[in-house]
């Protein structure tokens, strides 16, 4: 079965810095894909950045960008400039081909003013 | 974009009755809708693979009988937590499966249900 592992239950980063969270992830397929989701207080799943697997070029949306190393299995967020607005859990998820959709512990990041 | 809808969004319901919840993909077909559980400041576990016109697939550990899925038509699936007891107090989280070719690989998630059993 395929499992994510997210190592850092909370990330603090100053408003306007960089922060990266990490995500690692086990499988022995080849096809499928990761996600990055973001958990506000509202409890929505906000849909941060997605990668192919089999795109080796690192996803990037606006501030939002991945250093995805599949040899290694691992998929980080990094999230550059960093907003009051950025303050929510992460989650890292892993998509197999058939949907199956699993989901790391999260990282809950906090934005200092 | 696909908008996933679920309803109600919050319930409190007293020990012993049943909920129904249900997931609605609003724009788009969805043969296959998941349905996660959220406990307070943890991560989503899926509970069980629901499909249009066949029985759900429960994950290991999930009881199919206390959490019943009916996948009815291509826009609705429901839950309904039997016999609700305060320790299925918790976040339901549906999300759905844009039939077709996809491009982009991604579920589409529903605002989620707190469920609450006095």
Same mark, same amino acid.
């Given at each position: ?18 922060v990266?969270?990490?995500?690692t992830?086990?499988t ?17 799943m906000i ?11 690192n ?9 995805f ?10 999230i ?10 992460y989650?890292?998820?892993y ?5 199956d ?5 999260g990282?809950?990041?906090t934005?200092?003013p | 974009?696909?908008?996933v ?6 319930v409190?319901?007293k ?7 249900e997931?609605?993909?609003?724009d ?10 959220? @406990?307070?400041?943890q !991560?989503?576990? #899926?509970?069980?693979? $629901?499909?249009?016109?066949?029985k759900?697939?429960? %994950?290991?550990g ?7 899925i009916?996948?009815?038509?291509l826009t ?7 016999s ?5 107090s918790? @976040?339901?989280?549906? !999300?759905?499966? #844009?039939?077709?070719? $996809?491009?982009?690989g991604e579920?589409?998630?529903? %605002?989620?249900?707190?469920l609450?059993?006095?």
């Amino acid at each position: 079965a395929q499992t994510v592992t997210q190592s850092q239950p909370e990330m603090s980063v100053q408003e306007a810095e960089t922060v990266t969270l990490s995500c690692t992830y086990d499988t022995s397929e080849s096809d499928y894909y990761l996600f990055w989701y973001k958990q506000p207080p509202s409890r929505q799943m906000i849909l941060v950045i997605r990668q192919e697997a089999y795109k080796q070029q690192n996803a990037t949306e606006n501030r939002f960008s991945v250093n995805f190393q599949k040899a290694a299995k691992s998929f980080s967020l990094k999230i550059s400039d960093s907003q009051l607005g950025d303050a929510a859990m992460y989650f890292c998820a892993y998509r197999s081909p058939d949907y199956d959709m699993r989901f790391g512990a999260g990282t809950r990041l906090t934005v200092k003013p | 974009g696909a908008v996933v809808s679920q309803h109600p969004s919050w319930v409190i319901c007293k020990s012993g009755t049943s909920v129904k919840i249900e997931c609605r993909s609003l724009d788009f077909q969805a043969t296959t809708m998941f349905w996660y559980r959220q @406990f307070p400041k943890q !991560s989503l576990m #899926l509970m069980a693979t $629901s499909n249009e016109g066949s029985k759900a697939t429960y %994950e290991q550990g999930v009881e199919k009988d206390k959490f019943l899925i009916n996948h009815a038509s291509l826009t609705l699936s429901t839950l309904t937590v039997t016999s609700a007891h305060p320790e299925d107090s918790s @976040f339901y989280i549906c !999300s759905a499966r #844009l039939d077709g070719l $996809s491009r982009t690989g991604e579920l589409f998630f529903g %605002e989620g249900s707190r469920l609450t059993v006095l």
